[in-house]
């Protein structure tokens, strides 16, 4: 019988061949280098830099450069971090360009010693400092813009800074906590990690967890090299930011990939591609990536004394839809189903209460203050001379609260030169030194002048219907005031508002979050339009 000795031998020729063509298989992947500095390994006194090209929907929109710089302080080691982000793109048919620089002290495990913020979005850049206190677990934050004198780069402080005391959590990792945490150690396939760190920019804490995959080949300046994928989720408050990263065998990120709020990736290249590219940057229309889209109009926005709205979460699940847009006094939200919403938008005038309720207000409809409401700080500099003479000149009205609050609305409105984007997020005092600004900074101007005169405000943003250059109506995110009148918060807006003798904001707009800005930043509070954007569609039932 033969039979069984030629099964063998095809058993075996069949073993043999799984054995060829799976003997790659008993090798894993090995992580390759792209970039072969190890930054924390840089030489006293010598700077390691890394330049990477940003793409916004495929076109160049800017950069970043980083340097790392290792010095020795009171006999410590430690790495200062200069990171210098620009941006060039178009908004709303004005090119705009910012640049906003971090300087950051750090231990060589990353955590947070001091740091500067220098925003150059206009001719008069606004420094911050961050200083350890004198007290312990404490940080001073110390802000103004300056004037550069153009010989000897000297920097005068244009006001008087605004100084705060904040609490701080030991053992806090730098901006730069992500990079230093995989220098230090990279990820290993399959591996999680939590960090937290003191974001710069938006002035606060923000908690990161890495989670990496498996390895995997990318094409990256056309060589398919060996990287370590990597999802980071960024939490800004009750805000999440995811992203993809490519890790190589340094721990150097190759490769960034964010697709919410808008498609965004940042590569690792070279100063000479960087510069050369970047000559073509400023073709981006970043209100293409703002616009939450609309079916049906409303023909009189800034008339506009009633809106009844419904809202569809697309491209998205999950619970909390209905916790992204408040009840106020002003704003019904009735949740249909966990990504439809019912709300009703109501204009605010003197009446509107009665209107509201009737003859009789119930407690419940009443608005409490809180003292930050009234209270001076960084981005509302009430107490600064700019802005009480500013407040002086706006009204000697001392009553009735609800014609003193018109006429500072209608001040700012008229007082200001232009809507200007080429300075995003300015504090009150900037606003009064420049007389321009986007709607953020006509409400912190409203905000600061109002509590000049005693009336609590504070800031809001969400998002107001307008008209396009091609004539379609479209939500856009937004910034306006509320001014507590009465026992209740009113909303009045000096950049798009009613500035009439009505006073007071139209129902063409949507709250979704207010702030004193005590305890938070402007920028922070605008994140919190990020996780709409991409993902509503608002239906207009009715307009009156």
């Known amino acids: 019988m033969r039979t069984k000795p030629i099964f063998y031998v ?18 894993k992947p090995q992580l390759q280098t792209v970039n072969p500095t190890k930054y924390l390994e840089v030489q006293e006194g010598q700077q390691a830099e890394i330049w990477e090209l940003i793409r916004i929907k495929g076109e160049v929109a800017g950069y970043r450069n980083t340097s790392v710089e290792r010095l020795t302080e009171a006999g410590e080691t430690v790495y200062q971090v200069t990171q210098e982000t620009v941006i060039s793109a178009n908004r709303l048919g004005e090119q705009i360009s910012g640049k906003i620089m971090t300087i950051v002290q750090q231990k ?33 934050r110390w802000a103004s813009t300056v004037t550069i004198d153009p010989e000897t780069g000297e920097e005068t402080p244009n006001t008087d800074p605004g100084i705060k005391t904040i609490s701080w959590k030991p053992g806090m ?87 919410e709020p808008y498609p965004m990736e ?27 889209r609309v079916q049906g ?19 998205a699940n999950g619970p909390g839809f209905v916790n992204w847009f408040p009840v106020t006094a002003f704003q019904t939200v009735d949740a249909v ?7 009703t938008v109501t204009a605010t005038s003197p009446e509107a209460m009665s209107a509201l309720y009737g003859s009789v207000i119930p407690p419940a409809a009443k608005e409490n203050t809180v003292p930050g409401d009234l209270q001076r700080n960084e981005w509302i500099q009430s107490d600064s001379e700019y802005i009480m003479a500013l407040a002086a000149e706006a009204t000697e009205r001392k009553s009735p609260l609800w014609d003193v609050a018109v006429d500072l609305e209608r001040y700012v409105a008229q007082r200001l030169q232009r ?126």
Not at 266 to 292: M, P, W, Y
Not at 297 to 315: A, F, G, S, W
Not at 468 to 489: A, K, Q, R, S, Y
């Open 10 to 27: 095809y058993c075996l020729l069949i073993a043999t061949l799984m054995l060829t063509a799976c003997s790659g298989c008993w090798k």
């Open 108 to 140: 060589r495990d990353g955590t947070f010693l001091l740091g500067d913020k220098i925003e150059k979005l206009s001719d008069q850049p606004m420094v911050t400092q961050f200083r350890p206190g004198e007290e312990t677990n404490t940080m001073v």
């Open 173 to 259: 990792l730098g901006e730069s906590g992500v990079l230093f945490s995989l220098w230090n150690k990279p990820l290993s396939p399959g591996e999680k990690r939590e960090l937290e760190y003191f974001d710069l920019t938006l002035e606060q804490s923000v908690k990161v967890e890495l989670v990496a995959g498996k390895i995997e080949p990318l094409l990256y300046n056309n060589v398919e090299t060996n990287l370590l994928p990597v999802v980071e989720t960024t939490r800004i408050g009750d805000v999440a930011i995811t992203s993809h990263l490519w890790m190589d065998a340094n721990g150097n990120i190759v490769r960034t990939m964010l697709t």
């Open 266 to 292: 940042i590569v690792l290249s070279t100063r000479e591609k960087v510069e050369s590219a970047f000559e073509n940057a400023g073709k981006v229309n970043l209100n293409l990536f703002a616009l939450v």
């Open 297 to 315: 109009t409303i023909p009189q926005p800034r008339t506009t004394q009633k809106v009844e709205l419904c809202l569809h979460r697309i491209n």
């Open 337 to 343: 189903n966990e990504n439809m919403l019912n709300v």
């Open 419 to 544: 809507v200007s984007y080429q300075h995003s997020f300015a504090s009150a005092v900037e606003v009064a030194e420049t007389l321009q600004g986007d709607s953020a900074g006509y409400a912190v101007l409203l905000a600061a002048i109002a509590r000049v005169k005693k009336i609590p405000a504070r800031v809001v943003v969400g998002l107001v219907y307008t008209n396009t250059n091609m004539n379609e109506g479209v939500f856009v995110p937004h910034f306006w005031t509320e001014l507590h009148i009465d026992g209740h918060w009113h909303p009045f807006d000096a950049t798009m508002g009613r500035t009439t003798e009505t006073g007071g904001a139209d129902a063409s707009r949507i709250v979704l979050a207010r702030s004193n800005l005590a305890d938070e930043s402007l920028p922070a509070l605008a994140a919190k339009t990020l996780p709409l954007l991409g993902h509503l569609q608002v239906t207009v039932i009715k307009a009156e």
